[in-house]
Every structure is written in structure tokens, then in C-alpha cells.
């Protein structure tokens, strides 16, 4: 199990709050200091069963300088988020092959 973690995000810490109640100790990834790799949000996506655009925060503000109005393809948008960590959704739950985005934090849950 690996949880892709923002701790300062208080949905964030919520997620993982929850896994901890139930007596689950996923691997922390601190995604913005240790930047994840290409292969590593490919195969998040893969897990997700998402579209990159989809793990896009939007509301960030790098997005609206630089993104918002570009029309990026799939690889443009995974080269995105590697470039720029702070555009990946948190928080994600990965456990085996599976993954949520913990929106609601509840969210994880659905895959344990």
C-alpha cells in the first residue's frame, strides 16, 4: 500500500487518519519532496483507472498561469504533473492494483 501524501492538507491528513484507525500503515510518499518519476504517475493513472487531466489540482495557481488555457495531450499532461508535483491531486491511495483519490478522504476506504 503506498498513500501519496501532502501533509499539510487537512484532506490530506484526514485520509491517512483513517487508514490508521482501521490498523493500516501504508507507505508515506511526501510526493512534493520526493517528486514522484514519469513511469511512477503513469502507473498511478494505470491504477486510478483515470485520465491525467483528472489528477490535475486546477485550482493551483502555477495551472492558471501556465496550463489553464493549453490544450495538452495525455504524455504533455503526465510531464506536467512530473515537472510540477504540486498539480497532482491529493491525497491517492494506492493498495495492490487499485487506487482512489481521497476526495472525500472517506474515499479510501473503498478500496482496502
Known amino acids: 500500500m503506498k498513500y501519496y501524501h501532502n501533509p499539510r492538507c487537512r484532506k490530506s491528513r484526514e485520509g491517512l487518519s ?3 484507525e482501521r490498523g ?4 508515506i510518499v511526501l510526493y512534493l519532496k520526493d517528486n ?9 493513472i494505470s491504477k486510478l ?7 490535475v489540482r486546477k485550482s ?5 498561469e501556465k496550463y489553464k488555457n493549453c490544450s495538452l495531450n495525455e504524455g504533455q499532461l503526465i510531464d506536467m ?3 510540477n508535483p504540486i ?5 491517492i491511495f494506492i493498495n495492490e492494483d487499485k487506487g482512489v483519490i481521497g476526495r472525500p478522504p472517506e474515499k479510501v476506504l ?3
Not at 514522484?36 to 498511478?44: C, L, M, R, T
Not at 493551483?60 to 492558471?64: D, F, S, V
Open 49 to 55: 483507472g483515470v485520465h491525467p487531466l483528472d489528477l
Open 110 to 112: 473503498e478500496i482496502i
Open 81 to 83: 504533473l512530473v515537472e
Open 87 to 91: 498539480l497532482i491531486e491529493r491525497p
Open 60 to 64: 493551483e495557481k502555477i495551472y492558471n
Open 36 to 44: 514522484p518519476s514519469k513511469s511512477e504517475i503513469i502507473d498511478v
Open 24 to 27: 493500516l500503515s501504508p507507505e
Open 18 to 20: 483513517i487508514l490508521e
